[in-house]
């Protein structure tokens, strides 16, 4: 079935630097989509990216769509400490933005302050 | 802000019981979804549902496994007799066309 490749897989950062992860797969989506989990919550989320090639920005958030449509990758600049959560990439292989998501195996960032 | 809502946050039950977990979409959505979520390891799709029919399902959604939408606002999954690996967090998504799935708080299946 289709899998996301996620990493890394964790991140123990310093404040105000900048982090980035990404995510691979061996078959194309439609839709990718970026989601930051805080524990014991449900995934929230952060960035939605629908054309290949597409650059979206969302405050210190930027996550890009992959020309080929096999990968993402997600940055956050000038990290802070409420950034600290599990962050998960998903792809969408449906037209239309409907249909189940894939989620990669997440990247859990730690920021010490 | 409209939120997918889900009851019970935590639900324990024994093994073999019935449970059934609750969602209530927001309101205009008519794409809705299980997933789930065993502790530290990702979110897996469960199943689909929509026009009152299941549109998917993973191979995770056996015969055990049910969704109904029995009133027009809830959207629930039944797992009719529990095992101790259906212990996970499970998480109610919904969406409209043309805009991406919302999900829920989730509820904490804890199976003794």
């Known amino acids: 079935g289709q899998q996301l490749n996620q990493s890394p897989q964790s991140m123990f950062i310093q404040e105000g630097e900048d982090v980035s992860m990404n995510c691979t797969s061996s078959?194309?989506?439609?839709?990718w989509l970026w989601y930051k989990q805080d524990p014991g919550e449900g995934p929230v989320l952060l960035i939605a990216?629908?054309?290949?090639?597409e650059l979206t920005s969302n405050g210190r958030l930027t996550a890009q769509f992959g020309i080929t449509r096999k990968d993402s990758f997600l940055n956050i600049s000038a990290s802070i400490p409420s950034d600290v959560g599990i962050y998960f990439c998903?792809?969408?292989?449906?037209?239309?933005?409907?249909?189940?998501?894939?989620f990669g195996q997440g990247t859990t960032l730690q920021v010490k302050p | 802000e409209p939120e997918v809502t889900q009851t019970p946050s935590h639900q324990v039950t024994q093994m073999g019981q019935e449970v059934i977990l609750r969602c209530v979409p927001i309101?205009?959505?008519?794409?809705f979804y299980w997933y789930r979520q065993i502790l530290g390891q990702k979110v897996e799709f469960l199943v689909s549902?929509?026009?009152?029919?299941?549109?998917?399902k993973s191979e995770i959604f056996d015969d055990q496994f049910s969704v109904e939408r029995p009133d027009g606002s809830n959207f629930t999954l039944k797992i009719r007799s529990t095992k101790l690996e259906d212990s996970a967090m499970y998480f109610c998504?919904?969406?409209?066309?043309?805009?991406?799935?919302?999900f829920g708080q989730g509820t904490r299946l804890t199976v003794v």
């Open positions: 998903a792809g969408q292989g449906v037209s239309g933005n409907t249909g189940k998501l894939i």
């Open positions: 078959s194309i989506f439609n839709t």
């Open positions: 990216l629908y054309k290949a090639g």
């Open positions: 309101s205009n959505h008519l794409y």
């Open positions: 549902f929509y026009n009152n029919e299941i549109s998917e």
């Open positions: 998504a919904s969406q409209r066309q043309g805009t991406e799935a919302f």
